[in-house]
T-cell receptor, first 114, second 109 residues
């Protein structure tokens, strides 16, 4: 009963380092999303994908890249980490677009950039 | 611009009823979601409204008025486990979810 799985759960990076966050879903969902959640703010969409091999920019894409080589996986990369990217990152998936269809979330990755 | 407003924090008593309001201004409207998020955990889906009126699901109900850009989540017979943040999100004309900052609900015995 895995649903959406994110790895790692916690990570501390130094400014300028790079890393990749992995998201895997076992529900055969077409749509996948990466959000960041900061105190006092709503979830903000970084990038999303409407199917294998496709990606699109969300509200706050700068400093991040993504890839969807396999339907079940959605990777989020930080090319050169900055303290402003300290946040909780959530991956989500859905079987369709926002109307009617809820998004299912992973447990999040807590990332600190020093 | 697009905007969703919710109270930052609310306090209620175990066994009571609480109403969490959400007002929105978005480019288009294709539905409104309520999610629950316990501290340190993932958001989980609670309810969905696309037409005006009340949707009831056990102890939780959600109301929508599209003409007023307004929704509320009603929680009855509050339990300690209902202590969580409640997130309002609206699907805009591009079918993107726009999220409110969430309302932290504190339940006291």
């Amino acid at each position: 009963n895995a649903g959406v799985t994110q790895t790692p759960k916690f990570r501390v990076l130094k400014t300028g380092q790079s890393m990749t966050l992995l998201c895997a879903q076992d529900m055969n969902h077409e749509y996948m999303y990466w959000y960041r959640q900061d105190p006092g703010m709503g979830l903000r969409l970084i990038h999303y994908s409407v199917g294998e091999g496709t990606t699109a920019k969300g509200e706050v894409p700068d400093g991040y890249n993504v890839s969807r080589l396999k339907k079940q996986n959605f990777l989020l990369g930080l090319e050169s980490a900055a303290p402003s990217q300290t946040s909780v990152y959530f991956c989500a998936s859905s079987s369709g677009t926002g109307q009617v269809v809820p998004q299912h979330f992973g447990d999040g990755t807590r990332l600190s950039i020093l | 611009g697009q905007n969703i407003d919710q109270p930052t924090e609310m306090t209620a008593t175990e066994g009571a009823i609480v109403q969490i309001n959400c007002t929105y201004q978005t480019s288009g409207f294709n539905g409104l979601f309520w999610y629950q998020q316990h501290a340190g955990e993932a958001p989980t889906f609670l309810s969905y409204n696309v037409l005006d009126g009340l949707e009831e699901k056990g102890r939780f109900s959600s109301f929508l008025s599209r003409s007023k850009g307004y929704s509320y989540l009603l929680l009855k017979e509050l339990q300690m486990k209902d202590s969580a943040s409640y997130l309002c999100a609206v699907t805009d004309s591009n079918y993107q979810l726009i999220w409110g900052a969430g309302t932290k609900l504190i339940i006291k015995p």
